[in-house]
């Protein structure tokens, strides 16, 4: 997480993120009203998150021609981008935290294991 608020680019709260990989991993369409149900927030609080997304051409909503009432959530080309740079992110950091989590269970020298 350090890695992506340090670098370049857009710097998403942890509700703009949580919205953002909801849309992105998720495959089926996503509404304001489906993403304030299963992310627990209010319809509002999805509202501001979707617009810092649009903002930053990472998503963008579209009224659904079968209920005019509905709004979905589309995903970007620059969206797809971020989630592989995510990804990318994440996946460098992996053997790094499982190398710093073997360490710590392991006894250190001059501890006798219990």
Do not use: W
């Amino acid at each position: 997480m350090v890695s992506l608020v340090r670098r370049d680019g857009p710097d998403l709260s942890a509700r703009q993120l949580a919205v953002f990989l909801t849309c992105y991993l998720q495959e089926e369409g996503h509404t304001v009203r489906g993403l304030a149900s299963e992310l627990n927030v209010s319809k509002p609080a999805i509202t501001r998150a979707l617009d810092r997304l649009g903002e930053l051409d990472l998503a963008r909503r579209k009224v659904d021609p079968l209920d005019r009432r509905s709004v979905l959530v589309q995903r970007t080309l620059k969206g797809a981008a971020y989630l592989r740079e995510i990804r990318s992110i994440m996946g460098e950091a992996a053997p790094t935290a499982r190398k710093e989590g073997s360490e710590e269970r392991a006894p250190r020298a001059g501890r006798r294991a219990a």
